[in-house]
């Protein structure tokens, strides 16, 4: 079965600064991977994906994920923060081991913007 | 359009006290699910629907019961409250069975059990 690992429960990053959130999966099968962001007393939004084809995805909000598959690895980025970003973001891989999509999460990041 | 609704947003039982926690969506989408979100823990599946009349459980089914009789409606049911199902419910849908959909989230439920 899929798995995902996200490093840092929390990040902090001033305002203006590059934003990196990390994400390792694991899968036996191509995966299809997803970013979710969560603001606070609302449900998950899907922030971008990857399924197949360019390895660099662009999403919502001026972020974008790159697909690496020799580090099993995709990681969310954005350039320039925004106070608006501060908010909880998933990471989520699909397990298709039982034909049909059940999505895997991470136990996220919590992103803190400072001004 | 309405998207996933969950109702009610919040809920407090107490322990041995059962529960319907309703879920709605209006965009005609064949696989709907269940989630618990816990702190550091991420959201784990609890049970899951590829159409009505069919259910299957997730990572975490003890103590859930669920239903399809419309493609609309998905309820999770809490037979016995326990303090450990105290927990943010979250429902979600998706079009396609493939693994490329992405889910569409309602605003969650969150529940105290005292």
């Known amino acids: 079965a899929q798995s995902v690992t996200q490093l840092g429960s929390h990040v902090s990053v001033s305002e203006g600064a590059l934003v990196l959130l990390r994400c390792n999966y694991s899968?036996?099968?191509?995966?299809?991977l997803f970013w979710y962001v969560q603001y606070p007393n609302q449900g998950l939004q899907l922030l971008l994906k990857?399924?197949?084809?360019?390895?660099l995805v662009k999403g919502i909000n001026g972020f974008e994920a790159e697909f690496k598959k020799s580090e099993t690895s995709f990681h969310l980025t954005k350039p320039s923060a925004h106070m608006s970003d501060a908010a909880e973001y998933f990471c989520a891989v699909s397990d298709m081991g039982t034909g049909f999509q059940k999505l895997v999460f991470g136990t996220g990041t919590r992103l803190l913007v400072s001004p | 359009n309405a998207g996933v609704t969950q109702t009610p947003k919040f809920q407090v039982l107490k322990t041995g006290q059962s529960m319907t926690l309703q879920c709605a969506q209006d965009?005609?989408?064949?696989?709907m699910s269940w989630y618990r979100q816990d702190p550091g823990m991420g959201l784990r599946l609890i049970h899951y629907s590829v159409g009505a009349g069919i259910t299957d459980q997730g990572e975490v089914p003890n103590g859930y019961n669920v239903s399809r009789s419309t493609t609309e409606d998905f309820p999770l049911r809490l037979l016995s409250a326990a303090p450990s199902q105290t927990s943010v419910y979250f429902c979600a849908s998706t079009m396609g069975l493939s693994g490329d959909s992405p889910l569409h989230f309602g605003n969650g439920t969150r529940l105290t059990v005292t």
């Open positions: 899968s036996s099968v191509p995966p299809y």
């Open positions: 990857y399924t197949t084809g360019a390895t």
């Open positions: 965009m005609n989408h064949e696989y």
